[in-house]
């Protein structure tokens, strides 16, 4: 696989939805990935029209990302991703969530999967075996310090057909504490020929540098990173892969960036979801850009949508204040 340029948005869930991947596309990513979705519960569900569209179905640069624990599920899914017109399946062995990990209700997926490799390929072969779009794979070190399997799996995987994986410097039982090991990754690097992607802490050039650096991986995913800044996959390809740089929204341009992400989110979700959705958006926004007309209360509380839209407009637009 080639992507250009090799700096990916990392699927993360209740954030990375349709219209902020399209945001972040729009900037500069080689790839953004769907929020993880159920195998069986999608297959079961058959999605209607939104939900085929937060998947990224026809989405140009958009991997699926399928979770599961059955082959057949996951076969099934990955058919019918493929037939909606999903570009590249993901496979997700990462996910630390316990209703993920664990053995009950749909559990015992994502990186429980670490912990059994035989059955980790069965799942990967069935996807692999049941589409002809590229299938990719996204995971951790290992469950704990006593299973640093990736290397393993990776190879494994790469035989049974996966294009590139990802590899989280986390463990499992990490979670998301203490700071990602870029280094362990070279192990991933030097056990496979496909392209290894880095992930965990990678918030903007530097760290994107030395992560590159330490795993010797063929590219970067952000996750946490982009929160707040929709641009900042572009910068990290412009400083480490020298793509055009981009026009980082200030002022009047930041406001109306901001005003029409929220629009866009009212429009895929419905006034009064698509209201509560984008309030955790408004909050990294201002997180980032400062608070200098203090709204952020009322931002984040505000249910008639053309107030959000006039405060947005008093809380970003410095050039209308500084103007006054």
């Known amino acids: 696989m080639t992507l250009t ?6 699927p993360l869930a209740g954030i990375t939805d349709l219209p902020f991947r399209q945001l972040v596309a729009r900037f500069g990513a080689g790839l953004v990935v769907s929020e993880m979705v159920a195998s069986q519960e999608m297959v079961q569900a058959k999605p209607g029209v939104r939900e085929k569209a937060e998947l990224g179905f026809g989405e140009a640069n958009t991997s699926v990302q399928l979770a599961g624990r059955e082959a057949h599920w996951m076969a099934e899914a990955a058919r019918m991703v493929e037939a909606n017109g999903a570009a590249l399946i993901d496979i997700n062995m ?3 969530a316990k209703k993920v990990t664990s053995a009950s209700g749909a ?3 994502g990186s429980a999967l670490m912990r059994d490799l035989d059955h980790a390929l069965s799942l990967i ?10 299938v990719t794979l996204k995971t951790r070190l290992g469950w704990d310090h006593d299973c640093l399997n990736a290397a393993e799996l990776a190879r494994r995987a790469e035989g ?14 990490q979670f998301y504490k203490g700071r990602a090991d870029w280094g362990a990754i070279a192990a991933v690097k030097q056990a496979v020929s496909i392209p290894v992607i880095a992930n965990g802490d990678i918030v903007d050039v530097a760290t994107a540098r030395t992560a590159l650096a330490q795993s010797g991986a063929d590219g970067v995913m952000v996750g946490r990173g982009a929160q707040g ?11 480490l892969f020298g793509t055009p740089a981009p026009e980082v929204p200030q002022g009047r341009a930041l406001a109306e960036m901001v005003g029409a992400h929220v629009e866009a989110m009212l429009s895929f979700y419905g006034p009064v979801l698509g209201n509560r959705m984008a309030r955790k958006h408004l909050g990294w926004y201002l997180d980032h850009a400062g608070d200098p007309a203090g709204l952020r209360r009322r ?3 505000e249910t008639d949508n053309e107030e959000v839209q006039r ?6 637009d410095t050039d209308a204040r500084e103007a006054a």
Do not use: D, K, N
């Not at 340029?5 to 990392?10: C, D, E, H, I, Y």
């Not at 800044?229 to 400083?239: D, M, N, Q, S, V």
């Open 125 to 134: 072969e069935a996807v692999v075996g049941a589409v002809s779009i590229p």
């Open 94 to 96: 990462g996910c630390p």
């Open 229 to 239: 800044r929709p641009w900042r996959l572009a910068e990290i390809a412009a400083g």
């Open 311 to 316: 405060l947005v407009q008093q809380a970003f």
């Open 299 to 301: 931002l984040q509380t």
């Open 5 to 10: 340029p090799p700096v990916l948005l990392a």
């Open 160 to 173: 049974a057909g996966v294009q590139m994986v990802t590899i989280h410097g986390r463990t499992r039982q």
């Open 107 to 109: 559990g015992a997926s």
